[in-house]
């Protein structure tokens, strides 16, 4: 996030991180310990279709777990794909943090049965605002999806999707640098995001992803 001012030979301000999403394993199925190992662990950068992802199996050997993390320019979205093949199930819970100095809003958990479960921070800079929220849906196999404490938990699913954005109102044929847009109408173009995506999907979302990163 930039916060500067938009006066020429002003403070041209410096860059801040915009934020952190936590995603924490919650279940007491995986040992993470020398003694009872998760197997065939596999970790990936894939530069021609522009994604990472993660695989491994249960120590029982009974479980294939998939993770797949993309950046969509055309959606506007980062898509993440948390997936359970087998005899367990996913359970997780899902935090934001933003970043130090933002002068960010804490963060608001809520949960609506059009909407399902999402967060979301906002904030005034020097010259710019900003909005940042997110969407978690766990598939129909889920036995809770709730707020629980400050985050998102997901208990029973076989897959996840999270869908993280991020924006602000800056303008850079505006003189003053912003798009004149009110604090409340861009969070709500930022959401909207988020709405669009979840109904699109994820595996729509990846398509498009590939198709537009491999013309690069």
Not at 20 to 45: F, Q, W
Request: with cysteine; glycine share 10%.
């Amino acid at each position: 996030l930039w916060t500067g001012k938009s006066t020429v030979g002003g403070d041209y301000g410096f860059y801040r991180n915009f934020g952190s999403l936590l995603v924490v394993e919650e279940g007491d199925n995986l040992d993470l310990t020398k003694n009872n190992p998760i197997t065939k662990y596999v970790r990936y950068l894939d530069i021609e279709d522009g994604m990472g992802g993660v695989s491994y199996k249960s120590p029982d050997q009974a479980t294939q777990y998939e993770r797949t993390y993309l950046s969509s320019f055309p959606d506007s979205v980062i898509a993440i794909r948390y997936k359970a093949t087998g005899k367990d199930k996913l359970h997780v819970k899902v935090t934001c943090e933003p970043g130090e100095k933002i002068n960010a809003t804490s963060v608001t958990y809520n949960q609506t049965e059009a909407l399902g479960a999402f967060g979301a921070f906002s904030g005034t800079l020097t010259t710019l605002s900003h909005a940042c929220p997110f969407r978690v849906i766990a598939d129909r196999k889920a036995t809770t999806t709730a707020i629980k404490g400050e985050g998102i938990e997901v208990e029973g699913a076989e897959e996840i999707v999270i869908l993280l954005t991020g924006g602000t109102d800056f303008c850079s044929i505006s003189p003053s640098r912003k798009s004149g847009e009110s604090a409340a109408d861009l969070v709500k173009r930022i959401r909207t995001r988020c709405t669009v995506a979840k109904e699109k999907g994820f595996d729509s979302i990846l398509a498009d992803h590939v198709a537009d990163f491999r013309q690069l």
